[in-house]
């Protein structure tokens, strides 16, 4: 059982306060840390040599904020199973980084096995931002050849996957290997600062927390001629669940991680909740939902609410708020974070760039040979994502102990993944009938 599940309300609240006041001492040493000249160490000078696996837009853009973070970055290797997007990212990075970008022709891998070979090629540290059902097979094999790592979010799409997250963080802790997530709110100082004050009891006990998540489409790609089946559904990952694990393990999730965040990171013990397909019915959209509605209980009586959809020409909301014994935390998202109540506060101190943060941050900690490692947490919001996918596809009420456990996996064995794989396309999850 989670050690938050089992413990008194006096001694929980007790663990918030500290925990709160170590994110708030984060939030206030600043993220800029290399810039600054804190914690170089004896490894001030030398190069660091970074290979990105996945090159899309995201990958792209933590490369570019890994060449801003430290001036001894060098990006040596790229790998990508599309070459169109190893290409586009090659020139971005080079316009930006320049001769700090050098990437010759024998360090550029396309291909399924292109992030073994990124691995293999020299680098220090990678950084992982392929579609999420390749991140815990790439994590493992980082960290079993003792790299540093930077993983987007979510970590995994099916409970397997989130085991081996798992796995491999604790390994990273036994070679004291830095791994940081890209659950990028939590690198975001306005949200420091308050979620740290949530945490040290600022809105007294927690009765529950609700987020919003709203929306519209996102970019799709049309079929071209000569294109497998696979690499249809590679190119449009973000509407395949194998691929992406819906749209509530892939974006909603980072609302869901910030109601971990203001929980203490304890773990739900069952959730329940309803999802469909009701506007993004087009074949265009592979086999997610567009809307999500999900209840987390925990064994403290809290509840965590997440409502979450994605329908073009509505209006969007990216909020969370806290109710607690002694107020209300109203966060929107680049808006306003307020706490009223008791302890009336607003947040008016200096915005940062989380993305450029998480990667400030990354790089001073393998200078400083004092490694982060969010592995087990960002693992399990994460699983938070997969639990609420479950509870919705089946319409059944989902225990978190069954959901970690279960061996499903929702695609293939990676060792199997070719242009020519037949992989099935699942119909469109139907509660009640579809089991999970």
Same mark, same amino acid.
């Given at each position: ?9 006096? +001694? ?7 925990? /709160? ?38 990958? +792209? ?35 930006? /980084? ?86 990028? $709110? ?46 249809? =559904? ?32 304890? +773990? ?9 397909? =009701? ?5 265009? $959209? ?20 997440? $409502? ?14 806290? $109710? ?31 993305? =450029? ?60 993944? +070719? ?18």
């Amino acid at each position: 059982m989670d050690l938050l599940n089992s413990e008194s309300a006096d +001694t929980r609240r007790g663990f918030l306060k500290k925990t /709160g006041a170590t994110v708030l001492g984060t939030a206030l040493a600043g993220v800029n840390t290399f810039a600054s000249g804190i914690h170089l160490g004896h490894n001030a000078d030398k190069v660091l040599r970074v290979g990105l696996i996945g090159c899309g837009g995201r990958g +792209t853009g933590a490369a570019m904020q890994a060449l801003k973070a430290d001036p001894g970055v060098h990006i040596t290797a790229l790998g990508d199973v599309f070459e169109d997007k190893l290409n586009e990212s090659l020139a971005t990075l080079t316009k930006v /980084g320049g001769d700090r970008v050098k990437v010759d022709k024998s360090k550029r891998f396309i291909g399924f096995d292109a992030y073994q070979k990124v691995i293999d090629s020299g680098v220090d540290v990678v950084l992982l931002a392929a579609p999420p059902y390749a991140r815990p097979h790439h994590l493992a094999a980082a960290i079993k050849a003792g790299k540093h790592a930077f993983a987007e979010k979510p970590v995994a799409v099916d409970a397997p996957g989130v085991r081996s997250i798992l796995a491999s963080a604790k390994l990273a802790k036994e070679k004291n290997l830095s791994l940081v997530s890209g659950f990028c $709110f939590r690198y975001d100082a306005a949200n420091r600062e308050t979620f740290g004050r949530v945490l040290k009891g600022d809105v007294g006990e927690i009765r529950n927390v609700t987020t919003y998540r709203y929306g519209g489409e996102l970019w799709s790609f049309p079929r071209k001629a000569g294109w497998s089946d696979m690499e249809y =559904q590679l190119r449009n990952w973000y509407y395949y669940h194998w691929l992406s694990g819906d749209f509530i393990t892939e974006v909603t999730v980072h609302s869901l991680d910030m109601m971990a965040w203001a929980l203490g990171d304890q +773990t739900p013990i069952k959730a329940i909740g309803v999802g469909g397909r =009701q506007k993004r019915t087009d074949p265009l $959209f592979g086999n997610i939902y567009d809307h999500f509605a999900v209840e987390y209980e925990y064994a403290n009586g809290v509840k965590g609410y997440s $409502f979450s959809r994605q329908h073009l020409g509505c209006p969007g909301r990216n909020t969370v708020e806290v $109710f607690g014994s002694d107020g209300k935390t109203d966060i929107a998202i680049y808006k306003h974070y307020k706490i009223s109540g008791k302890n009336q506060w607003e947040f008016q101190g200096k915005h940062n760039v989380m993305h =450029q943060a998480e990667q400030d941050e990354f790089f001073a900690s393998i200078r400083s040979g004092k490694p982060i490692n969010d592995g087990t947490w960002m693992a399990h919001s994460t699983m938070l994502g997969i639990m609420g996918r479950m509870a919705a596809y089946s319409g059944q009420e989902i225990a978190w102990e069954d959901a970690m456990n279960s061996n499903v996996s929702i695609g293939p064995k990676y060792e199997d993944y +070719t242009w020519d794989l037949k992989w099935p396309v699942s119909e469109v999850p139907i509660p009640g009938i579809t089991k999970v």
